[in-house]
T-cell receptor, first 110, second 110 residues
Framework: RKEVEQDPGPFNVPEGATVAFNCTYS??????FFWYRQDCRKEPKLLMS???SGNEDGRFTAQLNRASQYISLLIRDSKLSDSATYLC???????????FGTGTSLTVIP | NAGVTQTPKFRVLKTGQSMTLLCAQD?????MYWYRQDPGMGLRLIHY???????AKGEVPDGYNVSRLKKQNFLLGLESAAPSQTSVYFC?????????FGPGTRLTVT
């Protein structure tokens, strides 16, 4: 079983739409969670951390549900520039290894 | 600051040839990682290092070797390249909370 699983999409949404991605993880002892963004043919970059209480950064909201072992990312008022692949990342309790999901592709359409 | 750099950016090898990928960082980070990224597979950890002179195996280490002789450099070697090693290779370092990635090396083995 994979450590982290994501719906690969693709998600094609119009500008201004709200879109949500989910990600599940298998290790209940996982301790840290992140969303990374990867543009086409570029390296991944940190988008935001995910905290137990949920956290918001502008149009982006991240949630963690430890009981069900999933994390989510909500993007409101989608912009063309949000088009990218979004990677869910989980760190195990050893802290040395980051486990990446396969990514969810988002295209925002004018 | 250059951050994380990778050399070369592109390479084409014939089956059986060898090569070394170089990762260099100027952020004074202890932890460094080598990943490969393939369509539908996401980022998979090849090897990592928790400090100068140390290395450890990741999820997919077979066919690769690494060395960390200096803190700022992490080398990934392919002794006898195979077509299955065609991929995009990313190096990363770990800061306090996130991983910082290099721009990637696109390797094709024919």
């Amino acid at each position: 079983r994979k450590e982290v699983e994501q719906d690969p999409g693709p998600f094609n949404v119009p500008e201004g739409a709200t879109v949500a991605f989910n990600c599940t993880y298998s290790n209940s002892a996982s301790q840290s969670f992140f969303w990374y963004r990867q543009d086409c043919r570029k390296e991944p970059k940190l988008l935001m951390s995910v905290y137990s209480s949920g956290n918001e950064d502008g149009r982006f909201t991240a949630q963690l549900n430890r009981a069900s072992q999933y994390i989510s990312l909500l993007i409101r008022d989608s912009k063309l520039s949000d088009s990218a692949t979004y990677l869910c990342v989980v760190i195990t309790n050893t802290g040395n290894q980051f486990y990446f999901g396969t990514g969810t592709s988002l295209t925002v359409i004018p | 600051n250059a951050g994380v750099t990778q050399t070369p950016k592109f390479r084409v090898l014939k089956t059986g040839q060898s090569m070394t990928l170089l990762c260099a960082q100027d952020m004074n980070h202890e932890y460094m990682y080598w990943y490969r990224q393939d369509p539908g597979m996401g980022l998979r950890l090849i090897h990592y290092s928790v400090g100068e002179g140390t290395t450890a195996k990741g999820e997919v280490p077979d066919g690769y070797n690494v060395s960390r002789l200096k803190k700022q450099n992490f080398l990934l070697g392919l002794e006898s390249a195979a077509p299955s090693q065609t991929s995009v290779y990313f190096c990363a370092t770990q800061g306090a909370r996130e991983q910082y990635f290099g721009p990637g090396t696109r390797l094709t083995v024919t």
